[in-house]
Nanobody, 123 residues
Framework: VQLQASGGGSVQAGGSLRLSCAAS????????MAWFRQAPGKEREFVAV????????RYANSVNGRFTISRDNAKNTVYLQMNSLNSEDTAVYYC?????????????????WGQGTQVTVSS
């Protein structure tokens, strides 16, 4: 299984970015997909997760209403649309997938991880 995250960059506070994660080596439409992030000196934390069909999503309280996770099963890709960014969103963002169908917020429940993409928000 390979997960390739992209789309990170530098943006001013209040701006937007869209992250993508392309998956290979798995039956993508059968797997939940999630985004986590890790800021310098902090633990990796849950951001959002989407069910295999795309019908169900969960978000961290800190991003709810600002971020949207979506997926295109025909393209084997999951997205994270990030709006109203602030400095606290600065982190390396990772996509991940799990063999379980549970929409878990716990990073240890995820089996495969992408390499991460840096998001920097300046005020």
């Amino acid at each position: 299984v390979q997960l390739q995250a992209s789309g990170g960059g530098s943006v001013q506070a209040g701006g937007s970015l869209r992250l993508s994660c392309a998956a290979s080596g798995l039956t993508f439409s059968s797997y939940i997909m999630a985004w986590f992030r890790q800021a310098p000196g902090k633990e990796r934390e849950f951001v959002a997760v989407i069910s295999a069909s795309g019908a169900y999503t969960r978000y961290a309280n800190s991003v709810n209403g600002r971020f949207t996770i979506s997926r295109d099963n025909a393209k084997n890709t999951v997205y994270l649309q990030m709006n109203s960014l602030n400095s606290e969103d600065t982190a390396v963002y990772y996509c991940a997938t799990s063999k379980s169908s549970a929409l878990s917020r716990t990073k240890t429940n995820y089996d495969y991880w992408g390499q991460g993409t840096q998001v920097t928000v300046s005020s």
